[in-house]
């Protein structure tokens, strides 16, 4: 079986250029000798696959669908296939302020996250503790009926 590669790279050239820092805030902002140059985290991902193999005809003659109004002659089944996908994120992380005195970067930071993280992890602990110490407490129980 003679395969062909075509690699149409164009959805993923549009892709990346796409997710960049001007999708998450614009373009940089000039104004009163003060320029703001934004700053994204921008992260993507892609994956392909194919494959392509042959069967011997008999083994594919048994098979619903497949071999039937094949001629004698024939002595494999060729099939191919392939795959592929994508994604990609950008966020925010802050900004570079340009003056004639001085640059500077500015963080962004979403304050509601912090004490949002203490709180699942004071939940997943207290879960934790307290399965543990069922456990123990039941397993100290069945100890105590063994011998008494």
Known sequence: ?????????????????????????????????????????????????????????????????EGEGESADETSVDGAGGGGGGGGRAAPRGFIRITPDEVTFEPITNEERIPLAGILMTAWSVFWISLTLRTLFKSIARVKQAKG
């Open 1 to 65: 079986m003679e395969t062909k590669e075509i690699i149409d790279l164009t959805p993923i050239e549009q892709f990346v250029e796409t997710l960049d820092v001007k999708s998450v805030f614009g373009e940089p902002i000039a104004e009163d000798g003060v320029t703001i140059i934004p700053v994204a985290e921008v992260q993507y991902g892609f994956g392909y696959g194919g494959g392509y193999g042959s069967k011997p005809a008999d083994e594919a003659a048994g098979e619903e669908g």
